[in-house]
């Protein structure tokens, strides 16, 4: 794609472009600790809320997954500790 191609691009387009980029950003550095951009962000609401419950986590992240994608990182996260 030319330069005046890319310029025409609607912000939508470079706002998911950035959050894919953030993503494989966050997945890459967190890939030592066993996590993904999710995980992540759950340990992340969890700590924030002082022990969040489940619920209040896939509420949270709502946005970013589906609440059975957030639920399983949720229980993938309980197994570990």
Known sequence: MSRPDRQRLPIGYWLKRADELLTARIDEAQRENGLTRLGWQ?????????????ALVAETLAPFASATEVLGVVDALRERA
């Open 42 to 54: 759950a340990l992340n609401v969890v700590r924030g809320a002082d022990g969040a419950e489940a």
